[in-house]
């Protein structure tokens, strides 16, 4: 007789690890709570769409991740490093992909890559490889020694995204990496974010396009208030409202009296206080 258990493969760490944020903007009025209590996990391998209206909370806890942001309360680690005891060394595991990265005009696809690869320590026969590899990926080739000021949109876009990932971080934030792209512009978002999917990075795609995240994300946190309402994968969160699309999961939540603001949530910063 076999007396051995069945083994099971332990799940990889989180690459992103974040617990009980809460970020407070005081005003003349009442405090802004701008994040809420907000915890998640992002694993290797997989999208994790952090979505809500414009106003929830979604840019101000990707801020706090990348060490832009100091919170009021809790903790963020970024592949196994408190983002607020070693934020150089934080910075160095992530990406931040958005719309509103611009380019140093006058610069080539080529020396701001390389120029990315120099502030990120990357080593010259490394940052050569990663040059070709990334050229080729993005299809950048035919225009890599052309000035990024003469270029069109799209073609800016693509370096932009090459260049990003010129330090193989295994953490990449993007932040509505779509707005304001046409839809060609917005299939090479989709095509990145699968390659970097398959890579095995541990992506937050943060947005407010929720026909983006259904056809993109592995999982979902829902934000409305700064609060992370609801999260789960498409088909947990199906089970557990009674509907089939995010957006009807939205527009139910956010007319829901329990998601409406409730003040600032002082206990909750207390706690997180040394």
Not at 65 to 89: K, R
Not at 266 to 271: F, I
Request: net charge negative.
């Amino acid at each position: 007789m076999n007396t051995h258990s069945p083994t099971t493969t332990p799940q990889a760490p989180p690459q992103v690890d974040v617990r009980h944020l809460v970020r407070i903007f005081p005003t003349d009025e009442d405090p802004v709570v701008a994040v809420d209590d907000v915890s998640m996990q992002v694993f290797p391998g997989e999208v994790y769409g952090l979505l809500g209206p414009n106003g929830a909370g979604k840019t101000t806890t990707l801020r706090i991740m990348l060490g832009l942001q100091q919170a009021d309360a809790g903790t963020v680690e970024i592949a196994g490093l408190d983002a607020t005891q070693y934020p150089l060394e934080v910075k160095r595991q992530v990406s931040l992909v958005s719309a509103s990265s611009g380019l140093y005009q006058w610069l080539t696809p080529r020396e701001l890559m390389w120029y990315f690869a120099d502030l990120y320590d990357v080593p010259a026969d490394l940052a050569a490889d990663r040059v070709e590899y990334l050229s080729e990926q993005f299809g950048i080739r035919e225009f890599l020694d052309r000035r990024c000021a003469g270029m069109s949109t799209g073609q800016q876009q693509r370096v932009n995204l090459a260049r990003s990932l010129m330090h193989d971080p295994p953490v990449v934030l993007m932040d509505e990496p779509t707005r304001g792209l046409d839809i060609v512009g917005s299939s090479r978002i989709f095509e990145f974010t699968a390659l970097l999917r398959e890579q095995g990075k541990a992506v937050v795609f943060c947005t407010h396009r929720l026909d983006e995240a259904e056809r993109l994300c592995s999982r979902f946190g829902l934000m409305n208030h700064g609060r992370l309402c609801l999260e789960g994968t498409l088909e947990d969160l199906r089970e557990s409202t009674g509907l089939d699309h995010l957006a009807e999961m939205f527009l139910q939540l956010m007319n829901s009296p329990d998601t409406a603001r409730a003040g600032p949530r002082l206990g909750a910063v207390e706690e997180g206080q040394p």
